[in-house]
């Protein structure tokens, strides 16, 4: 869902200027342009948090072209109750940056969310164009916990070949080696939001390739 905004400015019979307001029906909340894909849902206690990613920044039209890495695909989320109400009519932007934010997964450690994610960043090198991971923390009301994304360096998965499980207090993340390693790796994001760096390889690289 999003909000449709469009303000006018116009002169009166005086002269003076009528100060801008909403064109009638665009205070109401209605379907977001562009697609949302890729759900992924989790619970946490009696609420469930559903993400997924969303191209309303950048709609496919003649005049603005369906990709573009200035800004693209982010990702959103709502809470539902037990009953499958939405909770947040608005939803909640988890991730808005450059370039895309694609493929998430979500994962409660009995007190938050871990909203993981691919991005295209600025790596340890400094080149620009490069997918790694990202992540999120999002709370139980719904607050955005890091308004920066928790930067998973190092770590560039081969396409979607990463998973995420939490044993009730920190999260590991599982992936797939993308370069010409093949090895699977594990990686630890603490409760407080702390990467540990240097993945522990727990299935090394072989000829064959490793995947899935």
Sequence with gaps: FAFALT?????GQSGSIIPPQFIPGDKSIRLASGDQTAPE????????????EDERALPGSLLVPSFEWETSNDIYAVRIDATGRLIDRVPIPVAQEAAI?????????GTNWLVLFESVDVNGTGFYYEDSLEAVRVSPA???????????????PAGS????????TDWVVAFQEG???????????????????GPK???PSTFFLRSN
């Design 179 to 197: 370069d010409s390693n093949s090895a699977l790796d594990l990686l630890r994001v603490t409760a407080a939001g702390v990467v540990l760096q």
């Design 201 to 203: 390889v727990v299935v």
């Design 161 to 168: 070949s990463w998973t995420a499980a939490s044993d009730g």
């Design 142 to 156: 719904g607050v955005v916990l890091d308004p920066t994304p928790i930067k998973i360096r190092n770590v560039n």
């Design 7 to 11: 303000l006018t400015t116009t002169l």
């Design 41 to 52: 849902i989790a619970s946490g206690g009696n609420v469930v948090l559903a993400v997924w």
């Design 101 to 109: 934010q694609s493929n998430p997964q979500v994962v409660w450690n």
